[in-house]
């Protein structure tokens, strides 16, 4: 039911930024904690980012200070600003929000995943 779209991925040279968005929609009560995860070739899936509901923020070491999350609880929507953009951050990004939805039910959800790809 919860349906998560991304957007904002794409082809950038190192140094340039991105912006990843993230909407979920669909039998929502409440969003709860929302994030972004990347998975490079060959690597585990790695959390990159996160934020609860009253906007505390959480970075994997080599995202700070570059990456900023941030969210719009109405719009239920989860941002990724990216800038000063390494190769090594090329990736598919995957936002991840946990929702709370009729009867309490509380379910985690994942996005399509959106490539980022850094030339050097």
């Known amino acids: 039911q919860v349906q998560l779209v991304e957007s904002g991925g794409g082809l950038v040279q190192a140094g340039g930024s991105l912006r990843l968005s993230c909407a979920a929609s669909?039998?929502?009560?409440?969003?709860?904690?929302m994030g972004w995860y990347r998975q490079a070739p060959g690597k585990q899936r790695e959390l990159v980012a996160d934020i609860n509901r009253d906007g505390r923020t959480n970075y994997e070491d080599s995202v700070k200070g570059r990456f900023t999350i941030s969210r719009d609880n109405p719009k239920n929507t989860v941002y990724l600003q990216m800038n000063s953009l390494k190769p090594e951050d090329t990736a598919v990004y995957y936002c991840?929000?946990?929702?709370?939805?009729?009867?309490?039910?509380?379910?985690?959800?994942w996005g399509q995943g959106t490539q980022v790809t850094v030339s050097s």
């Open positions: 669909g039998g929502i009560f409440r969003v709860n904690a």
């Open positions: 991840r929000i946990t929702v709370t939805q009729g009867l309490g039910v509380v379910t985690d959800n």
